[in-house]
Every structure is written in structure tokens, then in C-alpha cells.
């Protein structure tokens, strides 16, 4: 399993009036969470997209357990539970407020892409090597 934590702080701009994330925002919470797993493992998406690879969202899945309020400090732990062996790969995302409350949990299938072709392919072989240690 490999495991991954960072943090946000809740600016104004992403809450409703009574001073609570707007629900949507939680697919960016979960983005900034994936992009910088990704990054602790040294790579970048960018450095992906360069090597003909994209990875598109296919599916997101999310569950409000408690509200996230503006200039909270949020830390959200991105997840993979398995090693991708195919064309999909799935981010487990959890996010925590200061206190170490669980606010929201949620899921995000991305496929691996072949940016030319739009075909199905598998994940880099060097982000495969590295995420293996994890397994």
C-alpha cells in the first residue's frame, strides 16, 4: 500500500455563506491530494504527459461525514491499495481537519492514456518500478 498526506488550507473563495467548503470543491481537494503522491515519488504529471501519457478521471466517488470550514488546515491522505497492473488506477482519498476528524472520504479511477491515440495503456514502467517498492 502506498500512502501519501498534504495539506490545504480552506480559503474564502471555497465556502458557501455559513462558512462551509461548497461540496465541489472536494475533486480539487482530491486532485491537489493525487498530484502530489505522485510528486513524492518522484515524478510529475507534467513529466508524465511528456512521455505520451495522460490520465484522465473516469470515476470519483465522495462521502460528507463532517463539514471542512474556511481557514481550516486540512491534511488529505491519497491512498492506492493495490499496484495497478492495467489501464486503471484508484486513488483512496481521506480527509482529516486540525483535529484529526475524518471530514470526507472519497474514490477517483483515472485511466492511462496514450495521448496520441486516446488508447488504453499501462502505467510508465519507471512509476511502476518505483510504486512497487510499496507493495
Same mark, same amino acid.
Given at each position: 500500500?502506498?500512502?501519501?498526506?498534504? @495539506?490545504?488550507? =480552506? /480559503?474564502?473563495?471555497?465556502?458557501? @455563506? $455559513?462558512? =462551509?467548503?461548497?461540496?465541489?470543491?472536494?475533486?480539487?481537494?482530491?486532485?491537489?491530494? /493525487?498530484?502530489?503522491? +505522485?510528486?513524492?515519488?518522484?515524478? *510529475?504529471?507534467?513529466?508524465?504527459? /511528456?512521455?505520451? =501519457? +495522460?490520465?484522465?478521471?473516469?470515476? $470519483?466517488?465522495?462521502?460528507? %461525514?463532517?463539514?471542512?470550514?474556511?481557514? !481550516?488546515?486540512?491534511?488529505?491522505?491519497? +491512498?492506492?491499495?493495490? %499496484?495497478? %497492473?492495467? #489501464?486503471?488506477?484508484? &486513488? #483512496?482519498?481521506?480527509?482529516? !481537519?486540525?483535529?484529526?476528524?475524518?471530514? !470526507?472520504?472519497?474514490?477517483? =479511477?483515472?485511466? &492511462?492514456?496514450? *495521448?496520441?491515440? $486516446? @488508447? /488504453?495503456?499501462?502505467?510508465? @514502467?519507471? $512509476?511502476?518500478?518505483? %510504486? *512497487?517498492? &510499496?507493495?
Amino acid at each position: 500500500m502506498y500512502s501519501s498526506e498534504t @495539506q490545504i488550507r =480552506v /480559503r474564502y473563495a471555497e465556502t458557501d @455563506q $455559513m462558512g =462551509v467548503v461548497y461540496y465541489g470543491n472536494y475533486a480539487q481537494y482530491y486532485e491537489v491530494g /493525487r498530484v502530489e503522491a +505522485i510528486r513524492q515519488l518522484g515524478f *510529475a504529471y507534467a513529466e508524465l504527459e /511528456r512521455t505520451g =501519457v +495522460i490520465m484522465p478521471v473516469v470515476e $470519483m466517488h465522495c462521502k460528507y %461525514l463532517r463539514p471542512a470550514l474556511y481557514d !481550516n488546515l486540512l491534511t488529505v491522505k491519497t +491512498i492506492l491499495k493495490e %499496484l495497478p %497492473l492495467h #489501464h486503471k488506477i484508484e &486513488f #483512496h482519498q481521506e480527509v482529516y !481537519n486540525e483535529q484529526g476528524n475524518l471530514l !470526507n472520504t472519497g474514490k477517483v =479511477v483515472l485511466y &492511462f492514456l496514450e *495521448a496520441k491515440t $486516446m @488508447q /488504453r495503456t499501462t502505467m510508465p @514502467q519507471a $512509476m511502476k518500478d518505483r %510504486l *512497487a517498492e &510499496f507493495f
